[in-house]
């Protein structure tokens, strides 16, 4: 498969407050005692997060119907028909297998089968964020590639393997010997950590069969 993401710019901010709820998230300024108002959702609210999710699984869903429809050579979405099918694209899919997209809060991740058809799918979520009036940092998108680094960890599609680039692997170390050095870890989870240890400071790449033997 081949991976693709992109990130929404100022999430939070696509969420207006009513004005007359505007003083419920209000604040006074530690130094000037000026009272100051937020118009849109803050970073730190509760439910800032879920809401966020919620909006984002909905303009997912949007993302994948719109792949869903060239698969199965239906009539493209009100406003989606402009965008250009891709050479081999989505209507070259077998099945809807082909494709997959996922989505944390602002970042899109989308899977497919040919280079072509990630770049279809590129062009359909631009055209929805368009529509929606919500914002790409262009500069964050990546992909398609069957190599990519998502969260910190290297996923690999060819060799089917995750891993943890140097920097990285130093820093989840250096966090475990922390947590070991506390004392205070049941054994069963020390076990866990010191097995997870062993296998980033060999450096290995994490395979299915490499995580059954570090934690068997």
């Known amino acids: 498969y081949f991976m693709a993401k992109s990130d929404l710019k100022d999430m939070f901010l696509n969420f207006p407050i009513a004005k007359e709820h505007w003083t419920l998230l209000g604040f006074s300024h530690p130094v000037t005692g000026q009272y100051l108002v937020l118009p849109f959702y803050p970073f730190g609210l509760k439910n800032a997060p ?35 099918a891709g050479e081999p694209g989505l209507r070259a899919a077998v099945d809807e297998k082909a494709v997959a997209s996922h989505v944390y809060i602002d970042d899109f991740q989308h899977l497919t089968q040919l280079l072509s058809q990630g770049e279809e799918v590129f062009a359909i979520g631009a055209k ?25 960890f290297v996923f690999d599609s060819t060799t089917h393997t995750l891993s943890v680039p140097p920097p990285k692997c130093a820093e989840m170390i250096a966090l475990i010997e922390v947590v070991l050095a506390m004392g205070d870890v049941e054994g069963s989870v020390s076990f866990s950590i010191m097995a997870f240890g062993v296998e980033l400071r060999t450096r290995r790449p994490f395979s299915r069969g490499n995580i ?3 934690s068997g």
Do not use: W
């Open 50 to 84: 879920p809401d966020c999710q919620g909006f984002a699984e909905a303009v997912k869903n949007k993302i994948h119907e719109e792949c869903v429809r060239r698969i199965h050579h239906q009539p493209s979405l009100p406003g989606l028909d402009e965008v250009p």
């Open 212 to 214: 059954v033997e570090a």
């Open 128 to 152: 929805i964020y368009e529509i929606l009036g919500l914002v790409e940092k262009i500069i964050k998108r990546e992909g398609p590639a069957r190599v990519m680094t998502l969260l910190g």
